[in-house]
Nanobody, 129 residues
Framework: QVAESGGGLVQAGASLNLSCTASGFAVDGFGMGWFRQGPGKEREGVSCISATYDIPHYEDSVKGRFHISRDRAKNTLYLQMTSLKPEDTAKYYC????????????????????????WGQGTQVTVSS
């Protein structure tokens, strides 16, 4: 399982760092990433990192503002969020998928949350204007 932390309430323009710690499995070999779901919206992929080489991928609306990284020694995934906007308000979920290549790599991971097998409970991020 994975567990997120680091959400909170911030003002527009602020930064926030999310963490996701895996337990019961090693993150090596798993593609991992972050999804978010705003009120009344579908769950959408935000960013992911490839299984082997930690190549990052980002949804267009967060490019240049969010940075994903992984610490294999700590079995932890991070999402650094800067220049936050009110439209970033959502519950953020950490996710992991063993069969990252089979599901279509980063596109398969980010574009369809149903491809992803391991989920956290989510952490709320609220950005006020």
């Amino acid at each position: 399982q994975v567990a997120e932390s680091g959400g909170g309430l911030v003002q527009a323009g602020a930064s926030l760092n999310l963490s996701c710690t895996a337990s019961g499995f090693a993150v090596d070999g798993f593609g991992m990433g972050w999804f978010r779901q705003g009120p009344g919206k579908e769950r959408e992929g935000v960013s992911c990192i490839s299984a082997t080489y930690d190549i990052p991928h980002y949804e267009d609306s967060v490019k240049g503002r969010f940075h994903i990284s992984r610490d294999r020694a700590k079995n932890t995934l991070y999402l650094q969020m800067t220049s936050l906007k009110p439209e970033d308000t959502a519950k953020y979920y950490c996710a992991a998928e063993r069969n990252f290549v089979t599901i279509g790599g980063p596109e398969g991971f980010i574009r369809d949350y149903r491809n992803v097998g391991v989920w956290g409970q989510g952490t709320q991020v609220t950005v006020s204007s």
